[in-house]
């Protein structure tokens, strides 16, 4: 795809995103959270194009915000995990006395 094709599509998706915010379709959270895994593509295809700057920057930049996304889903498996563990040294601790 040449230049004017891309820049083609993209002003077809920004101008179906109006129309669509106009009818009452919000689509805004769905592209939020897709936004930093469209970063991370575009960032694997700048590093298989031996642009490698560019490319880690971008997978960089999109990596951070998907951690930031997935923060509470993480926090909550690590509090899950403290509790197993907990739980475990319990169990432990009941066999190990003398």
């Known amino acids: 795809m040449d230049g004017k094709k891309a820049l083609g599509v993209i002003a077809v998706?920004?101008?179906g995103?109006?129309?669509l915010n106009f009818l009452g379709i919000?689509?805004?959270s769905i592209i939020g959270f897709l936004f930093p895994f469209i970063l991370i593509g575009l960032g694997f295809i700048g590093w298989k194009n031996?642009?490698?700057l560019i490319g880690g920057v971008l997978m960089a930049v999109g990596g951070l915000i998907v951690l930031g996304k997935l923060s509470g889903l993480i926090m909550f498996a690590a509090a899950v995990g403290l509790i197993v563990w907990g739980v475990s040294l319990f169990k432990r601790s009941k066999r190990q006395t003398f």
């Open 13 to 15: 998706v920004i101008g």
């Open 17 to 19: 995103l109006i129309v």
């Open 26 to 28: 919000h689509l805004g």
């Open 50 to 52: 031996n642009s490698k």
